[in-house]
């Protein structure tokens, strides 16, 4: 059982790297010369000019207070509470904004952290975001579950997210092989 863990846990870290590589849109707040890593020139950056960039090469520099998720990006405490109160209200599986919805709620949980730390938003928001990111991912679990109960059709395989594919796999043959178990005549 281990190995199906480590598994899964190796696909869903690989997924997110795939997000992480994917480019997001970024607004800049202070003018920044720019930056050479491993021979690869990021920058310079004007402030109020917006630029697209990898999320993982964005990150530091959010973290330093030069660039910040542009509004178009933005997935916050009340965008979270949209999708899960909508999850919540349709037992069907809902098609989510993109492959990555999941993947982009957990990175943008560090952002909200991050502004709470530096007092741009108040605790209570965090808690929200908490919340709601909880509550989307447990009725989204539910409705995987009741899924991998029956024959996935392809409808239903295009509302998955990438991280809830490779999940999706590994439970419906879980549950196949237990429910076989008890159901099979003794050979």
Not at 88 to 111: A, G, H, M, T
């Amino acid at each position: 059982m281990l190995s199906l863990k480590d598994d899964l846990n190796d696909s869903l870290n690989r997924i997110n790297f795939v997000y992480q590589n994917q480019e997001i849109q970024t607004e800049c707040i202070r003018d920044f010369k720019g930056i050479s890593i491993l021979s690869k020139k990021l920058g310079s950056f004007k402030k109020g000019n917006q630029y697209r960039i990898k999320l993982f090469n964005a990150i530091p520099l959010i973290e330093h207070g030069i660039l910040k998720i542009a509004a178009i990006e933005k997935c916050d405490n009340v965008d979270v509470q949209r999708y899960a109160i909508s999850e919540r209200d349709d037992r069907r599986l809902k098609e989510l904004e993109s492959k990555f919805f999941l993947n982009k709620v957990k990175e943008f949980k560090y952002f909200m952290e991050k502004n709470v730390r530096e007092n741009n938003k108040p605790k209570a928001t965090l808690d929200k975001f908490n919340s709601y990111m909880s509550n989307l991912i447990d009725s989204r679990l539910l409705k995987l579950l009741r899924l991998a109960q029956t024959e996935l059709t392809i409808a239903d395989e295009k509302k998955l997210t990438n991280s809830e594919e490779v999940f999706f796999k590994h439970i419906s043959e879980i549950i196949n092989t237990w429910r076989v178990f008890f159901l099979d005549t003794r050979k």
